[in-house]
DNA sequence: CTCAAGTTTTACAACGTTATACACGCCGTC
DNA sequence: GACGGCGTGTATAACGTTGTAAAACTTGAG
């Protein structure tokens, strides 16, 4: 049924190679040849069968990209971002799900996958250092996200430290004095936790103590963490007046506790998110977001792997992508206009 | 550097049959030559090139999942399910997102990736029948979702119809009147959109008149859209008792409006969303949705497309995934506040 | 009108795998 | 003791593509 480069040379009266040049935009082709053979190649419908092409050039025209959660929107984004880019280079990107569990992160990055694929974009969570760096395999690998590893590898990603200190800094600005953190990783060595490292940072540079009974470790990232994390700071008997929170389902389930408990956003307790994700701007009260550029973070992170792909020979560069704080009812000094003052 | 067969064969001193015999499982090999054979393998580290085996047998191993939008958590754990069952089967699943563009998902459907993927799950939002008639390639298709095809397909999906009428007949129970349909298809034939139908039928069915100026098109689905509908709602003078949203997203966009209206969920308005997505769960008022069985969804759908890959003359089928109605604050009897979280 | 130099097209060999068909022992049977 | 039959291993030919090198065709100068 699937028509090859023979069918359309038959049908063309001309030699396979002759075919191929034209696929493939060989420079040597007179106008009125390509020009017929281009007709058979309309007629007959044909369509290059990958898996030959890639026997051959010893490439698939795949990359992947591995990430922790689908249903984390702004993964969702970012994997449009890097789906479009890709497209846009005549590669295919094949979507993982780690879980952001060590175990799947690690198969990924050893390459369970390495000869399916050309390139492999990853945003690692728990994966460790030393568990990057017997990697077997010669796959360009770009990494993406807030751990900050020290090997030879791009890494694409925002200034973590200083968009935690621009969040924090917001709320200081705001009044507040007990800022809490909610997230952080549990048993994890602190220098690779760089939002934690500017929550601590900015505090200490306010000339605030930044009492680490305000942290709050957790197992996962998603809405129901927030809420544990958030009870738990609460249940021990502190009562801070803002909160600083990883990412955004962790600042909405923290939100949904301190409505629950009866306690009001912003004006009892301020709260920051992280990401943007479209769902913050839907709440009873919008959240305050440290909104990283997705768009641009899956760009560079493409072009990253292509370039390393055509090229080894590059130096292993660690790119800083854009952000910016957006603010929203949770951190308002006053209360909104519309705003319901339900308890 | 990358070890072939030939290499294996000639370290083992054997025929290159034998050790692609030994890989596969062929059964007339003697076990003395398996693990001779076998030694050399691991010896080597041979791992096979699919690319060379898929252009062998015809098959990719790689099956596409094309969904409208990654963004939506609903989605998300459809393809994690995918992905997983895939797995099991030794499937590799392409991710693809089609904006639930018209123009995508045609693409999609016509097979543009046609020779890099074995089998097709596809969730067409905008796609119509006769797009669907005329495709060229013999790839499987299974179809997902809301929209009721014609044709020769495989189709998974629940009730969406029994489904609808089930939250509507929540909502009368409540003793609500005025049910709201916000996320109707702009300028599309009725009978396709079954949800919608499910609200008339119930409605009808309780001898309560179906107000068709209560029913709201929208021309995306997700939080802004719903949002945009309900202020259009309440702007033209109704004030239903209740809204009926076609997804989550949409409803808590609505519910966003409600709030700055000052009307209050449930007493003023009761809310039913449709996927129970995770957010819905931690919302200042959580949300009752319609919860299709994900899980089962994602399953049977790769199921389907391997069964049809590997003996294509089974009929067509239609199959019905299980769900339920999860009903939380927004329609409660009393009043919200001061309810903990739900699992 | 010939021949060198350039341009366009072609034949053929790979890439790594599996299917087919065949060769080789070994057994039991006539 | 030759003869099918079976169980095991092996050459060889594909699968569809592209790179190489050589063949065929132009072109233009002498």
Redesign the interface.
């Known amino acids: ?2 028509v090859s480069l023979k069918d359309v040379a038959a049908h063309a009266g001309v030699s396979i190679k002759t075919v191929s040049n034209v696929v493939n935009n060989y420079q040597h082709v007179t106008p009125a040849m390509r020009e017929r053979v281009q007709r058979s190649i309309d007629a007959l ?1 044909y ?6 092409r ?2 051959r050039k010893g490439r ?1 025209g ?1 990359i992947a990209l591995a990430l922790p ?5 702004y993964f ?2 970012l ?2 971002s890097v ?1 479009d880019t890709a497209a846009q280079h005549d590669y ?6 780690t879980g952001g569990l060590r175990e799947q992160e690690l198969l990924v990055s050893q390459g369970f ?4 694929i050309d390139g492999l974009i990853l945003s690692p969570i728990e994966l460790e250092t030393e568990d990057l760096r017997d990697r ?1 395999h ?1 796959v360009p690998l770009v990494l993406l996200g807030e751990r900050d590893y020290d090997l030879p590898y791009d890494h694409i990603a925002i200034d973590n430290v200083a968009a935690a200190r621009a969040a924090v800094r917001h709320l200081i600005d705001l009044g507040r004095r007990d800022v809490a953190f909610i997230g952080a990783r549990r048993g994890r060595s602190e220098p690779a936790q760089l939002r934690v490292r500017g929550w601590r940072e900015e505090l200490t540079a306010a000339g605030l103590p930044a009492d680490e009974r305000l942290v709050a470790a957790t197992d996962g990232w ?2 129901a963490d927030g ?1 544990s994390a958030m009870n738990h700071i609460l249940d021990s008997g502190r009562r801070p007046d803002a909160v600083f929170a990883y990412n955004d ?1 962790m600042a ?2 923290a ?3 301190l ?2 408990r ?1 306690l009001r956003v912003p004006e009892d307790i301020a709260v920051v998110g992280f990401d943007d994700v ?2 913050g ?5 919008t959240l305050t977001s440290v909104s990283p550029d997705k768009a641009a973070i899956g760009r560079l992170a493409v072009e990253s792997v292509l370039a390393r792909l055509h090229d080894r020979a590059t130096e292993h560069r660690r790119v800083s992508a854009p952000y910016r704080l957006v603010e929203r009812e949770s951190t308002l000094g006053r209360p909104a206009a ?3 003052t ?2």
Chains 1, 2 share one sequence.
């Open positions: 049924m699937p419908g369509q290059p069968n990958l898996a030959a890639h026997l698939t795949i959660e689908l249903g984390n929107p969702a984004e994997a449009a789906i295919i990107v094949l979507l993982d799900h996958r390495a000869r399916v077997a010669d998603g809405h809420a389902p909405i389930g939100m949904r506790v409505h629950e009866g479209i769902e701007r839907f709440g009873a009260v519309q705003r319901r339900d308890s």
